[in-house]
């Protein structure tokens, strides 16, 4: 294969520059296309366009292979620490014992949150999602601290970067802390990052705490494995966002939103919705396989098949056998767990999961540590969260110190109307075409009277 790639459109020959990475796919650069041309390209979803020039996760989808900034997911699992594996995401190399002192140092110093944002907790409705609280307050960040705005200051965007790191954990756990009715724990500062996380959830102020080193070990490996995984849907959402130069707070809230989704970092939550559904209609495996292979119903089996992967998700591995490890002390056997394999089983030999080459996905085992460890489920999406914060983090700086960063404003094949002529409202149709009929919402009986609240 050649450096380039010949176009030819209306008779007429051009030349693109073929990019190679130091590993995977090759790439067509058509960043000069619409200037030599005065055409775009289209591709809904981007499966196959290349968001960014990234040097922090290799993914081979093929191979089943992660690796962070050259590091392999399995080697970093086992041997690092989480925030150990955020130094790394973020700056590029595994720090000295000296930086990552400095690092958890920076860290521990900004855990607690300005007084006045419980007041921000205490205005959400005790049934209020975690992942809209956890998005909306780190919004809120942007008008605690001003002085670490600027992205395209190095110095504020270190101290955004601490403090987000920080904060998150505080403000993931005081989400909780208000659902349930309990007390805010503050955070100790003495206690490691998860070690932290699980006294700032569990603690009460009138119990002594115990942290199981197990659910730290646990935590631990989860936080690391969620950590970063390339262009994904929230990472591109920061990306996009950022580029727009606003805050850190503000662009990885918007990334939290994106992670929110079903189809991406709420699939864990839906997992066990399904699982759960599974065991309590009897443990009937093929019909929930039937109904996901079935083109008329939307079901999607959760926690299976991936966009980039297409063997076993090696995180999948990874994190099924932390649950065995950590299932297999309990004294009764875990009828989620077992169902969860059992299911596994069944599709992996099925011919629809095969052709279409769908695995376990990080999301499918995940959901049942996370259970043992005693996180609601509502919750789960805010601990994937917590844990692709340093990977939000390392692909915003990345952008910023990057000297091709431009705005991201992506084109359109547009559909639409051609121009027509303003119609007077007297003159307008009774009978709109389909996609503009306006569907009344529902009435609902609003509490404060005539007017919705
Ligand atoms: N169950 C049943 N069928 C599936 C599933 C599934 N979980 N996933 C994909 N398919 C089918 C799909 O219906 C399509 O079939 P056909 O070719 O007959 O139309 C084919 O496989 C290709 O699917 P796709 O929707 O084109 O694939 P995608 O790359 O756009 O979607 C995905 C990837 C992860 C959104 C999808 O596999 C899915 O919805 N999985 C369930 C949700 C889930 O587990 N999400 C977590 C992803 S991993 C963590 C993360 O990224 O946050």
Redesign the pocket.
């Known amino acids: 294969m050649g450096d380039t790639a010949k176009l030819i459109l209306q008779d007429q020959e051009y030349e693109l520059h073929v990019r190679v990475g130091t590993e995977g796919n090759r790439v067509i650069d058509i960043s000069k296309l619409y200037a030599m041309t005065g055409h775009i390209t289209l591709d809904d ?1 981007f ?1 196959n366009t290349g968001g960014a020039t990234s040097a922090i996760t290799y993914i081979d989808g093929e191979q089943g292979i992660l690796r962070y900034r050259g590091y392999r997911i399995e080697e970093l699992a086992e041997r690092c620490d989480f925030l150990e594996v955020a130094f790394l995401l973020i700056y590029g190399e595994l720090p000295t014992a000296e930086q990552l002192e400095e690092f958890r140092q920076g860290i521990r110093r900004r855990t607690l949150l300005h007084e006045g944002m419980k007041d921000i907790f205490r205005g959400f409705p005790p049934d209020a999602h975690p992942m809209a609280i956890l998005s909306s307050v780190v919004n809120a960040l942007s008008i605690y601290c001003k002085d670490s705005l600027d992205p395209l200051d190095e110095n504020q965007r270190q101290l955004a970067m601490y403090r987000l790191l920080a904060k998150m954990p505080t403000i993931a756990a005081f989400g909780y802390k208000q659902s349930v009715g309990q007390a805010f724990m503050y955070p100790q500062n003495h206690l490691d990052y998860c070690q932290n996380f699980l006294y700032m959830m569990f603690a009460l102020p009138s119990e002594r705490y115990h942290i199981n080193p197990e659910h730290v070990e646990a935590l631990n490996l989860l936080l690391i494995l969620h950590a970063d ?1 390339g262009q ?3 990472t591109s959402t920061v990306r996009m966002v950022g580029s727009s130069n606003v805050n850190l707070f503000s662009a990885v809230a918007a990334g939290i939103n994106a ?1 929110w989704g ?7 939550e ?2 066990i919705n399904m699982l759960e559904q599974i065991v309590a209609e009897g443990g009937n495996i093929g019909k929930f396989i039937d109904r ?2 079935d ?1 008329n119903d939307p ?11 297409k063997n076993y ?1 090696p995180r999948a591995k990874i994190i099924k056998a932390m649950a065995d490890r950590l299932l297999s002390k309990q004294a009764a056997t875990n009828p989620l767990f077992q169902v969860a394999q059992e299911l596994e089983e069944v599709a992996l030999k099925d011919p ?2 095969v052709d ?1 080459k ?1 695995y376990p ?4 085992y995940s959901g049942i540590i996370y259970r043992a460890l005693g996180i609601p489920k509502n919750m789960f999406t805010v601990l ?1 969260a917590l844990g692709r914060l340093p990977g939000w983090i390392a692909h915003w700086r990345e952008m910023h110190m990057s000297s091709s960063k431009r705005i991201h404003r992506p084109r359109q094949l547009y559909i639409g109307y051609p121009e027509r002529p303003y119609v007077p409202i007297v003159k307008r149709s009774t009978e709109p075409p389909k996609e503009v009929s306006i569907q009344r919402p529902p009435q609902g009986v609003f509490p404060g009277g005539e007017f919705e609240l």
């Open positions: 979803g499966a995984h994904n849907c929230s992670l079903q189809l991406h970092g709420g699939a864990n839906a997992c996901a292979k083109p079901f999607r089996l959760m926690g299976f098949g991936h966009r980039i992967y998700d629809y999961f279409r769908l996905n990080v999301d499918f994937f």
